[in-house]
């Protein structure tokens, strides 16, 4: 129901024999009111959605092999953001997969942080991310 071009693009871009640029408009985003991306994140059940999209294309792009990709990592840094601060019990789920896909939780909370304003929100998250882990919650 969201995020469907991200398996197409890994799927794709992976089994693709050669990729050239051309320079050309080929996607058109349009946003009217009511669409996905209008309401980013607002919907029941999308974050959790695309985070499973992300995990499930990092986990495509690992069984081939393929080195850490910090491409994944961008979306996936926003939408822990975003549970982070609307649905800290999905952002707890979460935060015990983020090994798959970061080298380690410390790479993936800076990657987080990025996408927070404040410094209080900042620090709380380096908190209760730290709370998870040594409760295990």
Known sequence: ??????????????????????DKELYVLTERVGSLTSSFGEKPNELKTRMDVCFRAHGYINQLGEP????????L?????????TDKKLYSEYFDKILEIYPSRLK?????????GSRKDKLMLYL???LLSTKGL
């Open 108 to 116: 993936a909370l800076k990657q987080i942080r990025r996408y927070l």
């Open 77 to 85: 840094a926003r939408l822990l953001s975003l549970s982070f601060q």
């Open 1 to 22: 129901m969201y995020a469907t071009d991200v398996m197409f693009g890994v799927l794709s871009g992976c089994k693709a024999n050669s990729v050239m640029v051309i």
């Open 128 to 130: 209760y991310s730290a």
């Open 68 to 75: 850490f990709v910090s491409s994944i990592h961008t979306p």
